[in-house]
């Protein structure tokens, strides 16, 4: 299928299943500072039965990138978010994933949201406020902040709604403590949740990448062991050439030294 129109800009690659079947799908969204084009690195290296669509946030910062949502650093209580400019890219991501189910030929009940940082902070807003229309989460860097989910999001049915999250035990961006109360959070509203940390700042580390994948096959029935070029292999604990190419491709979202939040 060739790349459709959607109301919000973004990268595509297609699934291989054939097209008289619907596909599940990956929705990636970035950080602060960054484009469709950052987490859209990983598009080669997940499983191949999955359509995948990179978006593009709709705010423009300077000197360069998107975000989601504005961040105030000269607040005088240090960095705060715009939560009513998220919750309107909350809506405008949800109006994006009815298109994607339309125009893409997608599995309405196999969609998969992947952020990064501010990306996973929106994914989770998003997957809290509409259960019913994610069925998992991977967050990698963020955390929850529930000023901006729905109101009475506690009595959603989140039966069918599995998280992953994942958090760099040095991170100097988001503080490791803030994701650690991911778990108990989503525990006291009745979803698993697991979650992992590494020994890395903000950013992605093999094993991390490993993880996840791993995670996502046992959601999914549609990751093949054959033929997937894993991060790194099973039986050794010293990542493959093919790790590092693929963290230099995405380590732009993952640096310390860079504004991606």
Known sequence: MKKQELSLAHNYSASDLPTTEKSPVIIMLHGYGSDENDLFSFASELPSKYTIISLK??????????????????????KWSDDAQATASREKVIICIDEIVEKYQIDPNN??????????????????SYPGKIKNVIGLSGYINAAIIKKNYQY??????????????????????????TEPFLKEIGIKCDYSEFSVG????????????????????????????????????????????????????????????
Do not use: M
């Open 57 to 78: 946030a709709p705010y423009p910062i300077q000197p360069y990138g998107n975000a989601w949502y504005a961040i105030h650093f000269d607040n005088v209580d240090g």
């Open 111 to 128: 969609i998969t949201l992947l952020g990064f940082s501010q990306g996973t902070i929106l994914s989770f807003s998003i997957a809290l």
């Open 156 to 181: 959603n049915d989140f039966k069918n709604l599995s998280i992953y999250s994942s958090h760099g035990n040095l991170d100097q961006v988001i503080p490791v403590d803030w994701a650690r109360k």
């Open 202 to 261: 903000h950013g992605v580390s093999p094993q991390n990448f490993y993880d996840l994948k791993t995670w996502l096959k046992k959601r999914s029935n549609c990751f093949s062991e054959k033929g997937t070029n894993y991060p790194y292999s099973n039986n050794s604990a010293v990542p493959k050439e093919e790790t590092y190419r693929l963290l230099r491709n995405c380590i732009k979202f993952g640096s310390v030294t860079n504004t991606n939040y």
